[in-house]
């Protein structure tokens, strides 16, 4: 077996980057939005999203845990894009050509979803702390 045989290949890597992005989403859905709102005064608007889909409280309440798992799946990811980064896409013409567009995608995805994370972290985590004007006491 040779190296390349040992790596992961593209649709594999697109498809953790793809559900890295889906906890990274439902993170902000269920931790940055709400908080987004209340920032803004749509508190109105936020006991009538959670009114109609009272879901969101439970993942409201296990956020922590929603990112712990979306950055585990994000740094998974970056890991098996940077082991894959010298993927040799196969030799047939259609296929290197789909290879080469999966690999584009699945970077732009990856980066997306690092954004979609460090936002959702950023106001669930820091920007209560800043509002309330003690960012350093715990």
Known sequence: MSTIDLKMKPKRALAL???SLITSISMCICCALPAFLLL???GPILVSMFSTFPKLLLLEKYSVLLFIVSGTLI???GIIKWKNRN???PAAPGAEQ???KLNCFNRYLYIFTIIIFLI???TTFILPKITQNNLFIN
Do not use: D
Request: overall charge positive; aromatic content about 12%.
């Open 17 to 19: 980057t793809a559900a």
């Open 40 to 42: 803004l005064g749509g």
């Open 75 to 77: 740094t998974a990811s």
């Open 87 to 89: 993927y040799i896409c």
């Open 98 to 100: 789909s290879c080469r």
């Open 120 to 122: 959702g972290a950023f």
